[in-house]
């Protein structure tokens, strides 16, 4: 387990040593993705060397952002200094291939904001107030004094406002907005960035709401809602990785509705549960905790066994008993 460690002291790491690996999770997200642009630029402003790894490629509607072509797919063994892993909660997520490359004894630099953080590594910064980890490299950019290129600014807004569905989620706070504003006040372009990130899908992913929502199912009570997706509806949409991001949220804007699910049958045959909750008396992070999940209260998932039918079973059953203290 590793140890926690202050601003200062991941500045001596980065101070001591040139040569830098970036990792984040699996299926990266807005703030995966962005964190590792944010940070490669920022580290090599400063002259260090850098790569930045991911098991997966860059989803389709990240790709426009500045900085993404430098984030790589793992591929053959090398050596580095020091490894950082952002926003990942365990070390399995961020994937056989990054790992596997990875070779000698690196420092290992776990920065993250899951509550469900594992706390592997050797050195820990960790916070689970922040909406995002790129809240907490901006913070450690500010405090630290390091530089912020444009393309770092971009990523960091990125990784905010996805991680808190477009400053609309309870994780959003004051904290939230003053980085934004000063991200704004340093010539970034909220309309310019937002159309790119929100408004320039292409058309597979209507295809693809339209598939999910003929699965769409509400408990009797209207409690839960969720819908399944099925490797036969994947294939028959090309669906590509990123077009499912947000969509998840036309679940939990239904009224009354506390505990929404989206059921993805994955090519493995395992099942991949993602969950939101409305209520704080309702942590989804423990349900997926149950299936060897995890995540944040509000927004947390996992990976289950199948077939799909029975996955979908085991999850409806667990949310019903997390539903059952409180109060309709």
């Known amino acids: 387990m590793g140890q926690p460690i202050t601003a200062s002291g991941l500045s001596e790491i980065i101070s001591a040593h040139e040569h830098f690996v970036l990792l984040s999770h699996t299926r990266p997200d807005g703030d995966a993705i962005g964190s590792e642009v944010a940070l490669k630029s920022v580290l090599e402003e ?10 997966d490629p860059v989803p389709d509607n990240l790709l426009f952002l500045d900085g993404t072509e430098g984030v790589e797919r ?15 909660a365990n070390r399995e997520r961020l994937g056989e291939g990054c790992l596997a490359a990875l070779s000698g004894e ?18 820990l910064h960790i916070d689970p107030a922040a909406a995002a980890t790129g809240e907490i490299l901006y913070g450690l950019i500010q405090e630290l004094n390091w530089p912020l290129p444009d393309t770092a600014r971009d990523a960091l807004y ?23 504003a000063d991200l704004v006040g340093r010539g970034l372009d909220v309309a310019a960035l937002t159309a790119k990130l929100y408004h320039d899908y292409p058309y597979r992913r209507v295809e693809l709401l339209r598939a999910l929502l003929e699965t769409m199912q509400i408990s009797e009570d209207g409690r839960i809602a969720w819908w399944t997706l099925s490797r036969a509806t994947k294939d028959r949409v090309g ?9 998840i949220d036309i679940l939990r804007a239904i009224q009354g509705v506390v505990v929404c699910g989206f059921v993805e049958e994955m090519n493995d045959g395992k099942v991949r549960l993602s969950l939101r909750s409305k209520s704080s008396a309702v942590s989804v992070c423990d349900i997926c905790a149950q299936f060897g999940g995890g995540g944040h209260a509000l ?4 990976r289950m066994r199948g077939p799909l039918q029975d996955a979908e079973a085991r999850f409806l059953q667990a949310a019903q008993t997390a539903l059952s203290p409180v109060n309709k």
Do not use: C
């Open 46 to 55: 400063m002259g260090k060397s850098v790569r930045a790894l991911n098991e």
């Open 74 to 88: 793992p591929s053959g063994a090398f050596e580095t200094e020091v490894v950082i892993a952002l926003d990942t």
């Open 106 to 123: 690196p420092i290992w630099v776990n920065i993250d904001h899951h509550i469900s953080n594992e706390n592997y590594g050797d050195h």
């Open 158 to 180: 990125v990784a905010l406002s996805t991680d808190t569905g477009s400053f609309q989620y309870s994780n959003t706070t004051i904290r939230t907005h003053q980085m934004a």
């Open 239 to 247: 669906m590509q990785a990123g077009d499912s991001e947000g969509l």
């Open 299 to 302: 927004a947390a998932g996992a």
